[in-house]
């Protein structure tokens, strides 16, 4: 099974950026999708970023497409997601996640990340 640890998390202004960073394990990645989501306090854990096995083909929440970006280095074993003009209301713990070419999220998650806090505040 996967496993996945994420980095990168942290205090940022707003109008800021962060890298986040998943290192992944266990496993090679070529078998794999994979995503971001985030869990704000008291709301559910929703999905913010996905990108396919290739790198080819990626997907964006509404709330954070042209500010995020997403990508992964398979050679390197990492996912990565870019988030720039940082906004108070992107304050969440993110959470890398994978599941298996083929499967649909967010059934068919195998593997979570730890998660890494992310504060947007002045």
């Known amino acids: 099974q996967l496993q996945l640890v994420e980095s990168g998390g942290g205090l940022v202004q707003p109008g800021g950026s962060l890298r986040l960073s998943c290192a992944a394990s266990?496993?090679?990645?070529?078998?794999?999708?994979f995503g971001w989501f985030r869990q704000a306090p008291g709301k559910e854990r929703e999905g913010v970023s996905c990108i396919s096995r290739s790198g080819g083909s990626t997907n964006y929440a509404d709330s954070v497409k042209g500010r995020f970006t997403i990508s992964r280095d398979n050679a390197k074993n990492m996912v990565y997601l870019q988030m720039n003009s940082l906004k108070p209301e992107d304050t969440a713990v993110y959470y890398c996640?994978?599941?298996?070419?083929?499967?649909?999220?967010?059934?068919?998650?195998?593997?979570w990340g730890q998660g890494t806090q992310v504060t947007v505040s002045s």
């Open positions: 996640a994978s599941r298996p070419i083929g499967g649909n999220w967010p059934d068919d998650i195998g593997s």
């Open positions: 266990g496993f090679t990645l070529d078998y794999y999708a």
